[in-house]
């Protein structure tokens, strides 16, 4: 079974772990980043179905581009040291992630 297939649509608001600000559900995907301070949860096995056993801070790392998914956020694990990515939300009508936190991230490749 490919990724996609294993997708689950958990779809929640929550309150930053790290900035303390309230994040909102998103449009487009299942959020699980901070809009604000762009750091995140390990809550993730497969995209959205929030069976991660790790519950670790995800601290942003960088950017990359993908051909499909468009931009991408890079985050380390800081209890696991897991790296793993989410796609970057600008367009979201609720709450479009900061641009300009993202651009202060060292480009990955």
Do not use: W
């Amino acid at each position: 079974m490919s990724d996609q297939g294993r997708f689950q649509k958990i779809n929640d608001a929550f309150v930053c772990e790290h900035c303390a600000r309230d994040v909102p559900i998103s449009q487009r995907t299942c959020r699980n980043h901070c809009p604000f301070c762009l750091h995140s949860k390990h809550v993730d096995v497969f995209p959205g179905d929030r069976a991660n056993p790790c519950k670790g801070l995800l601290v942003p790392i960088g950017y990359e581009t993908h051909s499909k998914k468009g931009l991408m956020i890079r985050f380390r694990c800081i209890t696991c040291q897991a790296i793993t990515r989410n796609i970057a939300l600008l367009d979201d009508c609720h709450q479009p992630d900061d641009y300009d936190q993202i651009l202060k991230l060292t480009l990955k490749s």
